[in-house]
Protein backbone atom coordinates (compact mmCIF):
# COMPACT_ATOMS: atom_id res chain seq x y z
CA UNK A 1 0.00 0.00 0.00
CA UNK A 2 1.39 3.46 -0.71
CA UNK A 3 1.48 6.38 1.65
CA UNK A 4 -1.35 8.00 -1.10
CA UNK A 5 -4.10 5.05 -0.14
CA UNK A 6 -2.68 4.33 3.20
CA UNK A 7 -5.70 5.62 5.62
CA UNK A 8 -5.25 8.43 7.77
CA UNK A 9 -5.07 7.59 11.11
CA UNK A 10 -6.60 9.48 14.02
CA UNK A 11 -4.09 11.60 15.80
CA UNK A 12 -3.67 11.58 19.83
CA UNK A 13 -6.12 13.38 21.48
CA UNK A 14 -9.02 13.02 18.53
CA UNK A 15 -12.75 11.70 19.85
CA UNK A 16 -14.17 8.91 19.27
CA UNK A 17 -17.73 9.10 19.16
CA UNK A 18 -19.70 5.69 20.33
CA UNK A 19 -23.62 5.30 19.77
CA UNK A 20 -25.04 3.49 23.21
CA UNK A 21 -23.53 3.78 26.89
CA UNK A 22 -23.95 0.07 27.79
CA UNK A 23 -20.92 -2.23 29.29
CA UNK A 24 -19.57 -2.16 25.86
CA UNK A 25 -19.30 1.81 25.37
CA UNK A 26 -17.51 1.35 28.83
CA UNK A 27 -15.03 -0.94 27.83
CA UNK A 28 -14.78 0.70 24.41
CA UNK A 29 -13.83 3.89 26.41
CA UNK A 30 -11.48 2.56 28.77
CA UNK A 31 -9.68 0.93 25.34
CA UNK A 32 -9.96 4.60 23.53
CA UNK A 33 -8.21 6.04 26.24
CA UNK A 34 -5.84 3.78 26.73
CA UNK A 35 -4.69 4.72 22.93
CA UNK A 36 -4.60 8.60 23.88
CA UNK A 37 -7.93 9.15 22.64
CA UNK A 38 -11.65 10.78 24.13
CA UNK A 39 -14.62 9.42 23.59
CA UNK A 40 -17.97 10.76 23.61
CA UNK A 41 -20.91 8.76 24.62
CA UNK A 42 -24.94 9.17 22.70
CA UNK A 43 -27.21 7.42 24.90
CA UNK A 44 -31.05 7.90 25.61
CA UNK A 45 -30.99 6.06 28.74
CA UNK A 46 -28.71 5.40 31.42
CA UNK A 47 -25.33 5.16 30.88
CA UNK A 48 -22.65 3.23 32.38
CA UNK A 49 -20.11 4.20 30.16
CA UNK A 50 -20.34 7.82 30.85
CA UNK A 51 -18.60 7.37 33.94
CA UNK A 52 -15.15 6.42 32.19
CA UNK A 53 -15.55 8.73 28.59
CA UNK A 54 -14.35 12.23 28.46
CA UNK A 55 -18.00 13.51 27.59
CA UNK A 56 -21.33 12.16 27.81
CA UNK A 57 -24.91 13.18 25.29
CA UNK A 58 -27.91 12.20 27.35
CA UNK A 59 -30.14 12.77 24.83
CA UNK A 60 -33.11 10.60 22.33
CA UNK A 61 -31.89 9.37 18.62
CA UNK A 62 -34.85 11.55 17.64
CA UNK A 63 -32.94 15.21 18.83
CA UNK A 64 -31.68 16.46 15.94
CA UNK A 65 -30.03 19.56 17.69
CA UNK A 66 -28.04 16.30 20.28
CA UNK A 67 -27.08 14.42 17.30
CA UNK A 68 -25.87 17.51 15.53
CA UNK A 69 -23.78 18.88 18.40
CA UNK A 70 -22.60 15.36 19.73
CA UNK A 71 -21.12 14.93 15.47
CA UNK A 72 -19.51 18.51 15.68
CA UNK A 73 -17.54 17.58 19.16
CA UNK A 74 -15.77 13.71 17.32
CA UNK A 75 -13.95 12.67 14.52
CA UNK A 76 -15.12 9.22 13.98
CA UNK A 77 -18.69 7.33 15.11
CA UNK A 78 -18.97 3.88 15.72
CA UNK A 79 -21.59 2.41 17.97
CA UNK A 80 -22.06 -0.16 20.42
CA UNK A 81 -25.73 -1.16 19.69
CA UNK A 82 -26.63 -2.02 16.68
CA UNK A 83 -30.37 -0.92 16.46
CA UNK A 84 -29.56 2.90 16.36
CA UNK A 85 -32.85 4.24 14.30
CA UNK A 86 -31.62 4.99 10.65
CA UNK A 87 -32.84 8.58 10.98
CA UNK A 88 -30.30 9.00 13.41
CA UNK A 89 -27.74 7.33 11.34
CA UNK A 90 -28.61 9.91 8.00
CA UNK A 91 -27.95 12.63 9.84
CA UNK A 92 -24.60 11.05 11.53
CA UNK A 93 -23.23 9.46 8.23
CA UNK A 94 -23.77 13.48 6.72
CA UNK A 95 -21.62 14.64 8.93
CA UNK A 96 -18.96 12.13 10.36
CA UNK A 97 -17.45 9.09 9.00
CA UNK A 98 -19.18 5.48 10.57
CA UNK A 99 -17.21 2.56 11.47
CA UNK A 100 -18.60 0.14 10.32
CA UNK A 101 -20.72 1.10 8.10
CA UNK A 102 -24.34 1.26 7.11
CA UNK A 103 -24.55 -1.59 5.05
CA UNK A 104 -23.02 -4.34 7.44
CA UNK A 105 -25.49 -2.49 10.36
CA UNK A 106 -28.72 -2.69 8.15
CA UNK A 107 -27.81 -6.51 7.36
CA UNK A 108 -27.49 -6.88 10.86
CA UNK A 109 -30.40 -5.01 11.99
CA UNK A 110 -32.97 -7.55 10.41
CA UNK A 111 -32.77 -11.41 10.46
CA UNK A 112 -33.76 -12.12 7.56
CA UNK A 113 -31.73 -9.23 4.73
CA UNK A 114 -28.97 -10.94 7.48
CA UNK A 115 -29.81 -14.46 6.15
CA UNK A 116 -30.48 -13.22 2.31
CA UNK A 117 -26.63 -11.56 2.53
CA UNK A 118 -25.10 -15.02 4.56
CA UNK A 119 -26.91 -17.19 1.91
CA UNK A 120 -25.97 -14.70 -0.79
CA UNK A 121 -22.31 -15.28 0.06
CA UNK A 122 -22.69 -18.71 -0.02
CA UNK A 123 -22.47 -19.41 3.70
CA UNK A 124 -24.78 -21.74 5.48
CA UNK A 125 -27.61 -21.16 7.59
CA UNK A 126 -30.75 -22.35 9.40
CA UNK A 127 -33.50 -23.34 6.81
CA UNK A 128 -35.71 -19.85 7.29
CA UNK A 129 -38.86 -18.52 5.63
CA UNK A 130 -40.26 -14.63 6.48
CA UNK A 131 -43.51 -14.30 8.40
CA UNK A 132 -45.61 -11.09 8.46
CA UNK A 133 -48.46 -11.55 10.47
CA UNK A 134 -50.00 -14.61 12.81
CA UNK A 135 -51.89 -15.64 9.84
CA UNK A 136 -48.95 -16.55 7.77
CA UNK A 137 -47.55 -18.79 10.39
CA UNK A 138 -49.05 -22.13 9.24
CA UNK A 139 -47.87 -22.04 5.63
CA UNK A 140 -44.29 -20.90 7.33
CA UNK A 141 -44.40 -24.03 9.70
CA UNK A 142 -44.91 -25.91 6.50
CA UNK A 143 -42.45 -25.14 4.83
CA UNK A 144 -39.70 -25.31 7.49
CA UNK A 145 -40.98 -27.72 9.15
CA UNK A 146 -40.61 -28.51 13.57
CA UNK A 147 -38.95 -28.18 15.82
CA UNK A 148 -38.45 -24.56 14.53
CA UNK A 149 -37.87 -21.31 15.89
CA UNK A 150 -40.08 -17.74 15.60
CA UNK A 151 -37.89 -15.21 15.95
CA UNK A 152 -39.01 -11.53 15.41
CA UNK A 153 -36.85 -9.71 13.03
CA UNK A 154 -35.77 -6.75 14.70
CA UNK A 155 -34.51 -6.02 17.92
CA UNK A 156 -34.24 -9.18 18.89
CA UNK A 157 -31.41 -10.21 21.94
CA UNK A 158 -30.21 -12.11 24.29
CA UNK A 159 -33.39 -15.04 23.47
CA UNK A 160 -36.39 -12.37 23.42
CA UNK A 161 -39.11 -12.38 21.06
CA UNK A 162 -38.06 -16.01 20.25
CA UNK A 163 -41.10 -19.35 20.41
CA UNK A 164 -40.39 -22.40 19.61
CA UNK A 165 -42.26 -24.15 17.74
CA UNK A 166 -42.66 -27.84 18.38
CA UNK A 167 -45.70 -28.89 16.83
CA UNK A 168 -47.77 -27.86 13.28
CA UNK A 169 -50.66 -26.33 15.13
CA UNK A 170 -48.82 -24.54 17.42
CA UNK A 171 -50.14 -20.65 16.83
CA UNK A 172 -47.83 -18.70 18.98
CA UNK A 173 -47.42 -15.10 17.90
CA UNK A 174 -44.50 -12.93 18.53
CA UNK A 175 -46.76 -9.82 17.71
CA UNK A 176 -44.01 -8.41 14.99
CA UNK A 177 -43.07 -9.32 11.76
CA UNK A 178 -40.83 -12.35 12.53
CA UNK A 179 -38.63 -15.09 10.51
CA UNK A 180 -39.53 -18.77 11.32
CA UNK A 181 -36.22 -21.07 11.27
CA UNK A 182 -35.68 -24.43 11.22
CA UNK A 183 -34.27 -26.12 14.47
CA UNK A 184 -30.31 -26.73 14.02
CA UNK A 185 -28.96 -29.94 15.88
CA UNK A 186 -25.55 -28.41 16.91
CA UNK A 187 -23.09 -30.39 18.40
CA UNK A 188 -21.74 -26.98 20.17
CA UNK A 189 -21.95 -23.03 19.56
CA UNK A 190 -18.75 -21.10 18.66
CA UNK A 191 -18.20 -17.45 17.88
CA UNK A 192 -15.33 -15.87 16.08
CA UNK A 193 -14.32 -12.39 16.93
CA UNK A 194 -12.81 -10.64 13.71
CA UNK A 195 -11.27 -7.33 13.10
CA UNK A 196 -11.17 -5.60 9.58
CA UNK A 197 -8.75 -2.61 9.56
CA UNK A 198 -9.33 0.47 7.44
CA UNK A 199 -6.52 -1.32 5.34
CA UNK A 200 -8.23 -4.51 4.85
CA UNK A 201 -5.96 -6.47 7.10
CA UNK A 202 -8.21 -8.86 8.55
CA UNK A 203 -7.28 -10.67 12.08
CA UNK A 204 -9.49 -13.00 13.91
CA UNK A 205 -9.12 -14.31 17.97
CA UNK A 206 -9.37 -17.94 18.31
CA UNK A 207 -13.01 -18.96 18.47
CA UNK A 208 -14.44 -19.61 21.65
CA UNK A 209 -17.14 -22.28 23.02
CA UNK A 210 -20.35 -20.50 24.31
CA UNK A 211 -22.69 -21.92 26.79
CA UNK A 212 -26.07 -19.73 26.93
CA UNK A 213 -28.71 -20.58 29.87
CA UNK A 214 -32.09 -19.14 29.50
CA UNK A 215 -31.11 -17.36 25.82
CA UNK A 216 -28.41 -15.38 27.93
CA UNK A 217 -24.80 -16.17 26.65
CA UNK A 218 -23.02 -17.61 30.24
CA UNK A 219 -19.82 -18.59 29.46
CA UNK A 220 -17.26 -18.46 26.65
CA UNK A 221 -14.45 -21.12 26.79
CA UNK A 222 -10.95 -20.67 24.88
CA UNK A 223 -9.93 -22.98 23.44
CA UNK A 224 -12.92 -23.87 22.39
CA UNK A 225 -11.99 -28.11 22.05
CA UNK A 226 -12.94 -28.11 18.54
CA UNK A 227 -10.90 -29.82 16.06
CA UNK A 228 -8.55 -27.29 14.09
CA UNK A 229 -10.44 -28.02 10.99
CA UNK A 230 -13.87 -26.71 12.65
CA UNK A 231 -11.95 -23.48 13.56
CA UNK A 232 -10.15 -22.65 10.43
CA UNK A 233 -13.19 -22.96 8.59
CA UNK A 234 -15.21 -20.39 11.67
CA UNK A 235 -12.55 -18.19 10.87
CA UNK A 236 -12.49 -18.44 6.69
CA UNK A 237 -16.23 -17.68 7.22
CA UNK A 238 -15.94 -14.72 9.33
CA UNK A 239 -12.86 -13.16 7.18
CA UNK A 240 -15.62 -13.88 4.21
CA UNK A 241 -18.33 -11.94 5.60
CA UNK A 242 -16.47 -8.94 7.04
CA UNK A 243 -14.46 -8.49 3.75
CA UNK A 244 -17.80 -8.55 1.48
CA UNK A 245 -19.29 -6.11 4.20
CA UNK A 246 -15.99 -3.76 3.45
CA UNK A 247 -16.15 -3.55 6.77
CA UNK A 248 -14.12 -1.71 9.59
CA UNK A 249 -13.85 -2.83 12.73
CA UNK A 250 -14.86 -5.82 15.03
CA UNK A 251 -17.59 -8.26 14.63
CA UNK A 252 -18.58 -10.78 16.08
CA UNK A 253 -19.94 -14.11 14.50
CA UNK A 254 -21.72 -16.88 15.99
CA UNK A 255 -21.69 -19.96 14.55
CA UNK A 256 -23.17 -23.52 14.98
CA UNK A 257 -21.33 -26.61 14.72
CA UNK A 258 -22.86 -29.82 13.29
CA UNK A 259 -21.82 -32.97 12.01
CA UNK A 260 -22.62 -31.35 7.98
CA UNK A 261 -20.59 -28.26 8.99
CA UNK A 262 -20.80 -25.03 9.82
CA UNK A 263 -23.73 -22.80 9.81
CA UNK A 264 -23.98 -18.99 10.61
CA UNK A 265 -26.11 -17.88 13.62
CA UNK A 266 -25.96 -14.28 13.23
CA UNK A 267 -23.86 -11.55 13.26
CA UNK A 268 -23.06 -8.65 15.23
CA UNK A 269 -21.61 -5.52 14.20
CA UNK A 270 -20.33 -4.60 17.42
CA UNK A 271 -17.57 -5.97 20.04
CA UNK A 272 -19.28 -8.93 21.34
CA UNK A 273 -19.64 -10.37 24.67
CA UNK A 274 -18.74 -13.67 23.87
CA UNK A 275 -14.90 -11.62 23.10
CA UNK A 276 -14.63 -10.66 26.79
CA UNK A 277 -12.33 -12.97 27.41
CA UNK A 278 -9.38 -11.53 25.01
CA UNK A 279 -8.56 -8.98 28.21
CA UNK A 280 -7.02 -11.76 29.75
CA UNK A 281 -5.95 -14.02 26.92
CA UNK A 282 -4.72 -11.49 24.50
CA UNK A 283 -2.03 -8.49 24.00
CA UNK A 284 -4.58 -6.67 22.49
CA UNK A 285 -8.51 -7.40 23.18
CA UNK A 286 -11.29 -6.68 21.50
CA UNK A 287 -12.10 -3.47 22.52
CA UNK A 288 -8.73 -1.93 21.54
CA UNK A 289 -8.75 -3.74 17.95
CA UNK A 290 -12.19 -1.96 17.25
CA UNK A 291 -11.07 1.71 18.22
CA UNK A 292 -7.69 1.23 16.40
CA UNK A 293 -9.80 -0.22 13.41
CA UNK A 294 -12.26 2.77 13.39
CA UNK A 295 -9.02 5.22 14.48
CA UNK A 296 -7.39 4.33 11.21
CA UNK A 297 -4.40 2.50 12.90
CA UNK A 298 -2.80 -0.99 11.86
CA UNK A 299 -4.81 -3.58 13.90
CA UNK A 300 -2.97 -5.46 16.86
CA UNK A 301 -1.43 -8.72 17.69
CA UNK A 302 -4.57 -10.86 18.52
CA UNK A 303 -2.79 -13.84 19.16
CA UNK A 304 -3.79 -16.09 22.48
CA UNK A 305 -1.12 -16.55 24.91
CA UNK A 306 -3.81 -18.34 27.61
CA UNK A 307 -6.64 -20.38 27.89
CA UNK A 308 -9.46 -18.50 29.27
CA UNK A 309 -12.78 -18.92 30.78
CA UNK A 310 -15.53 -16.01 30.77
CA UNK A 311 -18.43 -16.00 32.70
CA UNK A 312 -20.90 -13.15 33.00
CA UNK A 313 -22.13 -12.21 36.24
CA UNK A 314 -26.08 -11.70 35.54
CA UNK A 315 -28.73 -10.74 38.19
CA UNK A 316 -27.65 -11.93 42.00
CA UNK A 317 -24.36 -13.31 40.53
CA UNK A 318 -23.12 -9.99 41.53
CA UNK A 319 -23.63 -11.46 45.08
CA UNK A 320 -20.70 -13.91 44.42
CA UNK A 321 -17.89 -10.83 43.76
CA UNK A 322 -16.38 -11.26 47.15
CA UNK A 323 -15.28 -14.66 47.15
CA UNK A 324 -14.25 -13.92 43.41
CA UNK A 325 -12.11 -11.22 44.25
CA UNK A 326 -10.16 -13.99 46.66
CA UNK A 327 -9.45 -16.02 43.71
CA UNK A 328 -6.47 -16.76 41.68
CA UNK A 329 -5.94 -15.52 37.96
CA UNK A 330 -8.98 -13.96 38.01
CA UNK A 331 -10.20 -10.55 36.37
CA UNK A 332 -13.59 -9.38 37.72
CA UNK A 333 -15.19 -6.48 35.50
CA UNK A 334 -17.95 -4.84 36.74
CA UNK A 335 -20.27 -2.25 34.82
CA UNK A 336 -21.23 -0.19 37.44
CA UNK A 337 -25.49 -0.47 37.21
CA UNK A 338 -27.67 0.34 39.39
CA UNK A 339 -29.89 -2.43 41.14
CA UNK A 340 -29.06 -6.59 39.88
CA UNK A 341 -32.60 -7.39 38.04
CA UNK A 342 -33.15 -11.12 36.57
CA UNK A 343 -31.22 -11.48 33.36
CA UNK A 344 -29.57 -7.92 33.74
CA UNK A 345 -25.80 -8.52 32.87
CA UNK A 346 -24.18 -6.99 35.81
CA UNK A 347 -19.97 -7.71 35.01
CA UNK A 348 -18.11 -10.73 33.77
CA UNK A 349 -14.83 -12.38 35.62
CA UNK A 350 -11.92 -13.89 33.06
CA UNK A 351 -10.43 -16.64 34.61
CA UNK A 352 -7.16 -17.84 33.37
CA UNK A 353 -6.90 -21.90 33.05
P1 LIG B 1 -30.16 -15.82 18.84
O1 LIG B 1 -30.83 -14.70 19.56
O2 LIG B 1 -30.62 -15.97 17.42
O3 LIG B 1 -28.67 -15.77 18.95
O4 LIG B 1 -30.59 -17.15 19.62
C1 LIG B 1 -30.25 -17.37 20.97
C2 LIG B 1 -29.89 -18.84 21.20
O5 LIG B 1 -31.00 -19.69 20.83
C3 LIG B 1 -28.75 -19.34 20.34
O6 LIG B 1 -27.50 -19.04 20.90
C4 LIG B 1 -29.01 -20.84 20.31
O7 LIG B 1 -28.64 -21.44 21.53
C5 LIG B 1 -30.54 -20.88 20.22
N1 LIG B 1 -30.94 -20.89 18.81
C6 LIG B 1 -31.22 -19.81 18.06
N2 LIG B 1 -31.57 -20.16 16.80
C7 LIG B 1 -31.51 -21.50 16.74
C8 LIG B 1 -31.75 -22.46 15.71
N3 LIG B 1 -32.17 -22.10 14.48
N4 LIG B 1 -31.58 -23.77 16.02
C9 LIG B 1 -31.19 -24.15 17.26
N5 LIG B 1 -30.96 -23.29 18.27
C10 LIG B 1 -31.11 -21.98 18.04
Known sequence: ???????????????????????????????????????????????????????VTNAPYEDEAALRAFAASVDVVTYEFENVPTSALDLLESLRPIHP???ALAVSQDRI??????????LTTAPYVAVDDASG??????????PSILKTRRMGYDGKGQIRINDAGQSDWTDA???LEGFVDFSAEISVIVARGQDGQVSAFDPGLNVHREGILR??????????????????????IVNALDYVGVMGVELFVTPKGLVVNEIAPRVHNSGHWT???????????????????????GGRYADVEMTNL???????????LAQPKTQIHLYGKGAPRPGRKMGHVNKVL
Open 1 to 55: MTDATKPAALPAGATIGILGGGQLGRMLSVAASRLGFRSHIYEPGAAPAGDVAHQ
Open 101 to 103: NRR
Open 113 to 122: TEKDFLSGIG
Open 137 to 146: LADAVAAVGV
Open 177 to 179: PSV
Open 219 to 240: TTTVPSGQPSSVLTDAVLIAAR
Open 279 to 301: QAGCAVDQFEQHIRAVAGLPLGD
Open 314 to 324: IGDDIDRVPAL
